[in-house]
């Protein structure tokens, strides 16, 4: 059914059809497109990349609703703003997707081929790789979507493979038999930072390893992988343990497979933990590799890149790593080596990617050196020129760069940048910028290394390279450094420490001036959305039900910076009320602006104190987001916003101004009135616009007004001019007075329609004058009348109910304004009900089956209740042997 119109603007506010509407005009006027205006002052953001993988989650909808809240704001400031969005080609994660649609065909990457498998990639790419920028557009992101990069696009990968190479040329890069994570799913080496470690209950089995020539002397280990014990090259005792000094530089003999193992001293062992002597298996575990390097023990690899034994374990080669734990335990204990097995809870690693159990494996793998990336990356936060908002993450930042390890960035699959090294057989390996056809040294055939790598090398450049860099672009020179990066705490290892090394090694300064850091989005209870507790939301249901920008609120109000909010129904529902507070109170200003004159500017004295007051707060209300907004307390900006729209502007000077309005004698007086109206709804809506920037878009459009769009219509600015807080602090006055009697009224049933005498007795003469100036606000919004205001030690009245607001003395008459039989009938009926249900819960109380049985909450309840109707029942008792003294 068609919705009835009223100036442009329907009686139901639809945000289904408002938003598509203005989403779409945005786009065909290009109001997002940065043109590289020089002589403007630039504002720029890079969209943390999102995986061509991924659908919008509630992350994705708080992380890119602060940048848009940002971007917006800054544009409407005037700067030059960019928005860069793209994003990120997710190596393994998108390997998998495809893989997993190969096996419903029966296939695998295997059967394909290199070449046939990524060209089925980019054709799933093409297929599902804009789905998460669609959805982005649908939030309302004002991205610069003619600039839209993607990580493995013709200029990203230029960037990936001049990074590689100059860091290589400086030695940075090198490739080595080093220990890294290993994925026996994903059949890849993974970083640090790409292993999610979770407490995981398991069991330590002590195993006594006999003393070489002494007979019936043994060294107990606790070990909780005894799967690993086959690749053992030595053990390790703390130098200062007495227990064992006598056997430094002593052998043991390893159990069911009889290798000797050298006993050495390393400051590395914690006597204090298990036995205080530790089996060191240096192709297994990453602590025991730098125990081997420094002892120079073996490195035995004893599973293959699949998770089972290795060929060389004897009978357990080809056993699942689980399967081979179970036999060789049991073998312990046939043999007499498994002293005992103990409960133990400790921290497991997960593929971030596929949650399978990581395997430390000695692999050979490309690495980047880490310490001196880092140390620049540290200076540049500890000076202040990047800050950390909220500034605790610093602290965060810098600890794990104090102590980080090299990066391996190799990565044993098929989709990504593959790696520019290429070898020969004669052993010769060339890394180079552009493809080598045969090996310089001898001119024979040379192989490209099959690996790619790491997907955070990439988006490690994303500042520059989606700025055209290595090219000296005009973009680069304009909005680089950008100026804030947005993102989540979960990420600052990942990714922000990489953009801020790498901006700083190849353009000389650092990423962004900003970090600002935002909390996970978790659902009522405080529990992580995920897939297995099934508490995920979708925010693409929240937009088709309540609309984007009810969303868009509902995440930023109450939000802080660096810390997790909790999704609750009840908020997102507070958010719709307001956009529909907004559209009714803006009907209501576009249906009272008829024969509004917008070249018409009033004289300053013919506003009245409702004008100066709402002007003076608008002024103070535009002081106060834009404050906030600089600060990055988004949430708190969202939050003035909001109460100066609903509690100041919509409940109070829209209903002060309606007698102006209906008013049609006083034309001079409605002029002025819809000046105001006008003028403050039109700006507020500007405040607003970053925030909810469709609804504001669709009412601003309705407004007269200039320009084309509400985004490019300007900030507004504050004026010192309109800030009265005299006035402000005498409209509050009036404004209690009418909120005090409006509550006595309603607590003896008043009929909205009948007047009511009202004493006012006040102190100083000056308030008295103003208040008698002022009276008629009191008479309109408290139904008020007659007025007495009263000043000095007047007689107190007597017979009335009272009440005090901001020191004025507030008297309600009763005699004559209600019925005394009538309301001492219904009160006493009402303490009729009150007998009742206070007799029902004392025997619920009293009653030992009862208290025995039910619930500790439910008991509580009662209990509650039983308060709440005690206190009930004084008050009633109060009310009525006041009405009987009437």
Known sequence: MEQEQTNNISTVYDPQAVEAKWYKFWEDNRLFHAKVEQ??????IVIPPPNVTGQLHMGHALDNTLQDILIRFKRMQGYDTLWMPGTDHAGIATQIKVEEVLAQEGKTRYDLGRETFIDRVWDWKAQYGNRIINQLKRLGASCDWERERFTMDEGCSQAVREVFVSLYEQGL???GNRITNWCPRCNTA????????????GNLFHVRYPVEGMADEYVTVATTRPETILGDSGVAVHPEDARYKHLIGKFLILPLIGRRLPVVADEYVDPSFGTGAVKVTPAHDPNDFDMGQRHQ???????NPDGTMAADTGKYAGLDRYECRKILVNDLKDQGYLVKIDEHTHSVGHCQRCNTTVEPLVSKQWFVKMEPLAKPAIEAVTSGEIQFVPERFTKIYTNWLDNIRDWCISRQIWWGHR???WYCQCGEVTVSREAVIACPKCGGHVEQDPDVLDTWFSSGLWPFSTMGWPQETEELKQFYPTSVLVTGYDIIFFWVARMIMMGLKFQGEIPFRHVFIHGLVRDSQGRKMSKSLGNGIDPLEVIEKYGADTLRFMLVTGNTPGNDMRFYWERVESSRNFANKIWNASRFVLMNLEGFDPAFTPDEKAFTLADRWILSRYNQTIAEVTRNLERFELGEAARMVYEFIWDEFCDWYIELAKGRLYNKTDAESRKVAQFVLRHVLGNTLKLLHPFM????????????????SIMTAGWPAEDNKLANPDDEQLMAVIMEVIKAVRNMRAEVNVPPGKKSEVILKIAANDLKVQLEANAGYIKTLAAAEPITILAGAADTPENAMTAVASGVEIYLPLKGLIDVEKESARLNKEMDNLDKELARIAGKLNNPGFTAKAPADVIEKEKAKQTEYLEKQATIKERLVYLAGL
């Open 39 to 44: 002589d403007k002052k630039p504002f720029s």
């Open 297 to 303: 023990l073996a490195e035995i690899v004893i599973m």
């Open 419 to 421: 790696i520019p090294a």
């Open 693 to 708: 920037p469709f609804i504001t878009e669709a009412i601003w459009q309705s407004l007269p007004h200039e320009g084309i």
């Open 173 to 175: 890069i090198y490739q």
């Open 190 to 201: 993974l970083s640090d930072i790409e292993v999610e470690h979770e407490e995981k209950p």
